[in-house]
């Protein structure tokens, strides 16, 4: 062992010679040949650490004198190179060769996603309310995705969110882990992990196995809004409601709201805003009806309150929902979700 480490030390040494030579006649190139130097014999996969592996095999005495030997080497060529790499000097230019009216480099900026945009549009009015701003795990059991949201194994409103299930069963030989189809699973999560009162907001990246089209897509943003207090009744959802699609669209913006059923709130409902295109006269976004159909919403399932460890009897509250992708698409014009996630530069570089 002491003499493969001391031709090792011999090599290295030649090597670190030959390049002081190289670095007379071509220093712009010292720096990048002397670390591919420095990592072929001092480098965690280099000749040194080879040879160091191979102190395991030995015995103990002659493990241990060859263990000090090698450091010794080890240090001895640490010390080489440091001294060598001092010594390098790349040729810096003079000022006679930089032509100073040439133009300069332009630095090009990034910009935020759009959905990230009004994500954060959305999130600095309920922070300013008081809500919290809370995340979840996109890999979710289906015991919170739906069990837990007043959602049974049979329920019909299954068949409304097309899911992708993981290749995975668990004890009693079922599939329960899935992406995510919502953000509502972080109802229950926050409600187990905060109690009430609780406000917050869950933005995030829900999945579903969607036929992908330019209203379709598999991969897609929600933000969920939960509030639980003592006596929270609907007009205080109403007026979260209004004050959302007045911070959005203008304060012209009017709230329409009509029934609609949700498995986790009772009773349920949809928000519908005033068409910021047309002003509430009609139009082909609006579909001639000079309203947008924005947000889902209603008070909280007892159900639901009580799988969160929350008693329906001493608190209420309201949830709701937002498609981020469709807030977008109408804010901007957008007229196909794929171009979210295409990652094509010229639609990003224009927000």
Request: glycine fraction near 10%; aromatic fraction near 10%; charge should be negative.
């Amino acid at each position: 062992m002491k003499i493969k480490l001391e031709q090792l030390k011999k090599e290295a040494i030649g090597k670190l010679d030959d390049f002081l030579a190289l670095v007379e006649k071509t220093p712009q190139e010292a720096q990048e040949k002397f670390r591919e130097l420095e990592q072929q014999f001092l480098g965690r996969k280099g000749k040194l650490a080879i040879l160091l592996k191979d102190l395991k095999d030995l015995g103990e005495d002659v493990r241990k004198e060859s263990g000090e030997f090698a450091n010794n080497i080890k240090k001895d060529l640490e010390g080489r190179f440091g001294e060598v790499f001092a010594k390098i000097k790349i040729a810096e230019p003079t000022d006679a060769s930089i032509d100073v009216t040439l133009p300069g480099t332009k630095k090009e900026l990034g910009s935020l996603h759009p959905v990230t945009i009004i994500q954060k549009e959305i999130e600095d009015l309920f922070s300013s309310i008081g809500f919290m701003i809370l995340d979840g795990p996109e890999l979710e059991s289906d015991y919170f995705n739906f069990e837990a949201l007043n959602v049974a194994p049979h329920h019909p409103a299954r068949d409304m969110q097309d899911t992708f299930y993981l290749d995975k069963k668990n004890e009693n030989g079922e599939y329960d882990l899935l992406m995510r189809t919502q953000t509502s699973p972080m109802q229950v999560r926050a409600m187990k992990k905060y109690g009430a009162p609780l406000r917050a907001i869950i933005p995030g990246r829900c999945f579903r196995s969607e036929a992908t089209d330019s209203r379709h897509e598999h991969t897609f943003y929600q933000l969920e809004g939960i509030m639980i207090d003592k006596k929270i009744n609907f007009s205080h959802m109403k007026g979260i409601m209004d004050l959302v699609g007045k911070r959005l669209y203008g304060e012209d913006t009017g709230l329409k709201m009509r029934p609609k059923f949700y498995p986790f709130v009772e009773p349920g409902s949809n928000g519908e805003y005033t068409c910021f295109l047309c002003g509430g006269k009609g139009c082909r976004v609006c579909k001639n009806t000079g309203w947008l159909e924005i947000v889902g919403c209603g008070l909280i399932h007892p159900e639901v309150l009580l799988a969160g460890g929350i008693d329906p009897e001493e608190y209420s509250g309201f949830a709701f929902g937002f498609g981020l992708n469709r807030l977008v698409m109408l804010k901007y014009g957008i007229d196909d979700i794929r171009l979210f996630n295409g990652g094509d530069i010229r639609f990003l570089e224009q927000f």
